[in-house]
């Protein structure tokens, strides 16, 4: 969807911002017990770092990666665009879990002797919750957003 560089940086943001605000509400509330009200404070602060660390991740690291992945199974064009959609936000998914898993283990529960199973835990535990986010909310609503931000651009350029 991007065209240029500085269109790629506002979308990977986006996403960013999106994924990382509703996994650390997730995270959050399973450490609180539950979601309430009180959950939203410590997930606005805890997004201070997992933002950045989640878009250098992603941006310089993962999607390049996610897309050769993703272009290896599906072309763009020739395949339904739901289809190439859904495999390259899963694929993204299957890259950027473990790598954010690995970091909030480091970040919340340090390196112990313990490291490996809790980030294995952490991966299941986010998995099924970022897969499910990402296809069915945070995509199309980031690409929605996207589109309204750069709609006469995208217009020029398909023209």
Known sequence: MPKTKFQEVV???LMTVFMVFAMELYNTSL???GMTNACFWPALLEMRFMVPICFVMSFFFMDPLAQKIAFSQVTPGVDKPILVTVVRAGV???LMCPTMSFWATLIFHGMSSEFVSTWLQTIVCNFPIALCWQVFFCGPLVRK???LIFHRQL????A
């Open 11 to 13: 979308f990977g943001l």
């Open 155 to 158: 217009q020029a350029q398909a």
């Open 31 to 33: 450490r609180l017990g």
């Open 145 to 147: 957003i996207f589109r």
């Open 92 to 94: 993204t998914v299957c």
